[in-house]
């Protein structure tokens, strides 16, 4: 496994980081164990947020404890504030459940705008004061949108971006990995299996092997996940010849619009699954059809004629999907199953 810089932040890890949102599902004995698994395999790029409920305190209690000296890992965390207060609060909440007394890269989570200092809510010098003060060591931003990531890239003021990449990137991704490069933006990868989607760890890892200056966080709530990526630390795999062209294929399989079961666009007014059940088609094709086919599966399916088109989802929708649309394209390919 190769180590990558992350851009200007001087950062330098194996290219091969825990994203440590499902942690959240286990308990904090299992956590615990899989986190300092993941540190003893090599991994060393730790990426959390204060919304991932209690995943920064387990992480706190992997390493916060002595269990490995506090410079020898990368955290990562976010706060989703859209005020000075409750910035303040958010990173003072970080420290204590990380146990830690500063972040790595403090991150703005899922921005809406791309904040720069100037601005009349100050939140950007907030940033400043905390770098300066010493409680973070630098300063991030993460989205699901486009042109926010790509504004996040340019402007100069931060020096990494978190966006979803995976061998389904279209043409503007590729382009935006290119953008972080040039302008030394450290670039982490989310959502590498496209929510699982994606089922090829091989392949996912040659495809971000590629770039460097980026680091993929994978998902990982199972031993089992985890194992799968630390096999990668003795032998990366690389591009070739064969994964390209399964890359290809699985490219014509999942073009155009699909929703990658972010969730952003939940609740729904009439309590429909749209994370599930908005990609219900390609699940039933790309993961085994038996869970899916399930009386509970099919009753939440059926909610979807309850769809009144109140249109609260849309604009939460990073990728601007017509969500009652491909709800209903998804409820009649179902009732063939
Ligand atoms: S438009 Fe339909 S799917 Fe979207 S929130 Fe309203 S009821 Fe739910
Ligand atoms: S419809 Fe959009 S916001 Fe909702 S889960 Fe799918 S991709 Fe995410």
Redesign the pocket.
Known sequence: MKNITLGMTGITVPQNGFGALPIQRVSLEEAVRILRKAYDGGMRFFDTARAYSDSEEKLGAAFGDGYVKREDIIITTKTPAKTPEDFWKDLDTSLTKLKTDYIDVYQFHLMGQCWVPGEENGMYECMQKAKEQGMIRHIGGTAHKIGIARQIAECGFYETLQYPISYLADEQEIELVHLCNEKNVGLICMKGLAGGLITNAKAAMAFVGQFDGAVPIWGIQRESELDEWLAFMEEAPVMDEEIQAFIRKEQEELKGEFCRGCGY?MP???D?Q?NNCNRMSLMLRRAPSEVWLSDHWRKEMEKIET????????PKCPYGLD??TL?KKNLADYRTW
């Open positions: 666009c729904c007014t009439m429909i749209i769809c009144i088109e109140c249109g609260a989802c849309l969500i009652p709800l």
